[in-house]
């Protein structure tokens, strides 16, 4: 069982913070981002490795994004394409600025719950999955 979302961001939004909004406000335990569409006028992200930031003002067009959502964290990667079609992508963080509009769809999943504890061999806080009470991972 599943519910579906869709709201849209306006100029001046910080994109991950208001992702993160929309999932408390709506009480999302679990779920996926299906789809982003539109465009910031601020880039900010998390490369691979996870200690280097990107962090570039001016129009980018969102090509691409997925992600895992709880109420209690957003785990979100996404691409940006610059006017001359070069591509950036990483982990999003909170610094991305809505430039004109960013359509947003959300997936909810009723039977799961995401969690996120820490994971000593990979130093973060990973997801758990869990499934009417029984634990997965």
């Known amino acids: 069982d599943y519910m579906n979302y ?19 406000d709506n009480k999302i335990e679990s779920g996926v981002i299906k789809s982003a569409v539109g465009c ?3 880039v900010y992200i998390r490369l691979a490795g996870g ?3 990107y962090h570039k003002v001016g129009e980018h067009e969102i090509v691409s994004v997925t992600g895992t959502l709880s109420r209690n964290d957003c785990h979100i990667h996404i691409s940006f394409a610059d006017k001359y079609g070069n591509v950036v992508g990483g982990h999003l963080k909170e610094g991305c600025i809505v430039s004109s509009t960013a359509e947003i769809c959300l997936e909810s999943f009723k039977e799961y719950t995401f969690d996120r504890i ?9 997801l758990v ?3 009417k009470g029984k634990l997965r991972i």
């Open 129 to 131: 999955i869990i499934n």
């Open 51 to 53: 200690k280097d930031y």
């Open 6 to 24: 869709a709201f849209r961001l306006t100029k001046g939004k910080d994109l991950r913070k208001e992702i993160e909004k929309y999932v408390k």
């Open 40 to 42: 910031v006028s601020e």
């Open 118 to 126: 820490l994971d000593e061999n990979t130093g973060y806080e990973e």
